[in-house]
């Protein structure tokens, strides 16, 4: 069977709070009733939609549905990044959302409704999106990710690590927003240095934030000045941030002027690197998953992966 006209399908039946498992009978049926020639398989634990991609893509598939949230995107994402059969860009990507967040799909204008979604896929036209590739320390060991949307340090980073065990509550916006407010209690700005291009900034950062799209944590932009195939990371900076502070910049995240902020600055770079200088690393999440800390390096991948967009 000529697998190159035909989609993968993966599905994390765990998504939206058990939404791909429930929405996946209608999504099939829509795919068929389309016409669209689709073969599917479910994941089963997580990191398992990645090893579906890239087996996928070694299996002949060069077309390739996620059905999830931004967590399921990031990780299908990196299964196609990881394989080394054909260049990433020969891939063509896109996404059915049935998350809580669905960050990503902000950018791209890809609509929550099932038959909005067949339909734009239906029709074939794509774009390509740049892709980031962020190493890490965890453990002591060196880690390497692809994201594609958005890199949080500093205090997006601890938030991150505190819904780990609260089932991607940072994809739901309410729920980023309380554990926002809960972890502000604890927390103070590190010291650190970022190195972005030819510039050196130091400082204590309240955020670090590296994008390739503009939205994250349930609709907030960290990152409003994010082209998603111009070439360059949005960077921005944070400083210093006290309680109070942080409660009344919390608006200026939401409508994208946080760059207005005084204490916030917005860049772009082809490439960053954070270090900590004191001895606690800088902690970092990507795509709403906490990795590690520091040292971190952001390297640009320019139109690396082909998206169907409306």
Not at 176 to 190: I, K, N, T
Request: glycine fraction near 10%.
């Amino acid at each position: 069977m000529n697998m190159l006209n035909r989609w993968q399908v993966i599905i994390n039946p765990a998504a939206g709070n058990g939404q791909g498992k429930k929405k996946w009978a209608s999504i099939n049926r829509l795919l068929t009733e389309a016409g669209i020639e689709f073969d599917h398989s479910f994941s089963v634990r997580r990191g398992h939609a990645a090893v579906i991609a890239r087996n996928a893509v070694r299996e002949g598939y060069r077309k390739i549905i996620a059905v999830g949230g931004d967590g399921t995107n990031n990780e299908v994402m990196n299964g196609i990044m990881k394989q080394q059969v054909v260049a990433s860009s020969e891939i063509t990507y896109t996404i059915v959302p049935v998350g809580t967040g669905n960050d990503w799909i902000k950018t791209h204008k890809i609509p929550k409704n099932t038959q909005k979604v067949v339909d734009i896929i239906k029709q074939g036209k794509t774009s390509y999106q740049d892709i980031g590739l962020v190493t890490y320390l965890t453990n002591g060991q060196q880690g390497r990710r692809y994201f594609m949307n958005v890199a949080g340090m500093a205090y997006d980073a601890v938030v991150a690590k505190a819904s780990e065990d609260r089932q991607g509550f940072t994809s739901n916006q309410i729920m980023y927003l309380y554990l926002v407010m809960s972890c502000l209690r604890s927390f103070e700005p590190p010291r650190g240095k970022v190195c972005f291009d030819d510039k050196i900034d130091e400082d204590n950062y309240y955020l670090v934030n590296v994008g390739i799209c503009k939205y994250s944590g349930g609709g907030m932009q960290f990152v409003p000045h994010a082209v998603c195939d111009d070439g360059q990371f949005a960077l921005t900076l944070a400083r210093n941030f006290s309680t109070m502070e942080v409660l009344k910049a919390v608006p200026k995240f939401y409508n994208g002027k946080c760059g207005d902020h005084p204490k916030v600055d917005l860049y772009h770079a082809k490439s960053i690197r954070v270090e900590a200088l004191e001895n606690q690393a800088i902690l970092l999440e990507v795509d709403g998953e906490f990795l590690g800390g520091t040292p971190v390096e952001f390297t640009l991948l320019e139109k690396a992966l082909r998206i169907i967009v409306p």
